[in-house]
Structures are given as structure tokens and as C-alpha cells.
């Protein structure tokens, strides 16, 4: 990835929004994950399942993720059905 690529994705519309503070990510966010409250963010699919760990409430919108893999789908699902089963 070349760094005017890597900038653009840090800084547009696929930046992975979930991230701890100081952390970075250049991989594209192709997973909307939206809280109790309604309130949406974007992420790479390994942030994503970070964040549906930690944050309450928290469910993957299948209509506006795209292009993940059969794993990162996997992964998903099982985190979230047992984050589902936590509350």
C-alpha cells in the first residue's frame, strides 16, 4: 500500500473509526457496527469484533457491510451471538 493510499484511507469515508486512543489503522472499514443507543461506526472486520466485545448493546448491520471474507463473517457472528448471550 503506498502512503498516499494509506493516507486516504486513514483520513476518508473507509477509516476504521474503532480504535483505542494512540492506536492506527490502514485497513479498509467494511463493518458498520451500531451501540444500544443507534449510534454507528465504521471498522476494519478485527476492530469490529474488538468492538463488539466492549461496547454494550452493540450488533453488526449485515446491510451495510460489505466484502468480508467467509472467516471474517465467522468471526462476527460468533462474537456478537455471544455478546448477545452475555447481557
Known amino acids: 500500500m503506498t502512503e498516499a493510499h494509506r493516507t486516504h484511507v486513514e483520513q476518508g469515508r473507509f477509516a476504521c473509526r474503532l480504535l483505542q486512543e494512540g492506536e492506527a489503522c ?16 465504521r471498522a476494519c472486520p478485527a476492530h469490529a469484533v474488538t468492538g463488539l466485545e466492549q461496547i454494550t448493546g452493540a450488533r453488526v448491520d449485515w446491510a451495510d457491510t460489505k466484502g468480508l471474507n467467509e472467516f471474517e463473517i465467522k468471526a462476527l457472528e460468533l462474537t456478537e451471538d455471544r455478546a448477545r448471550l452475555a447481557r
Open 26 to 41: 490502514s485497513r479498509y472499514a467494511r463493518v458498520t457496527i451500531v451501540d444500544a443507543t443507534g449510534e454507528r461506526a
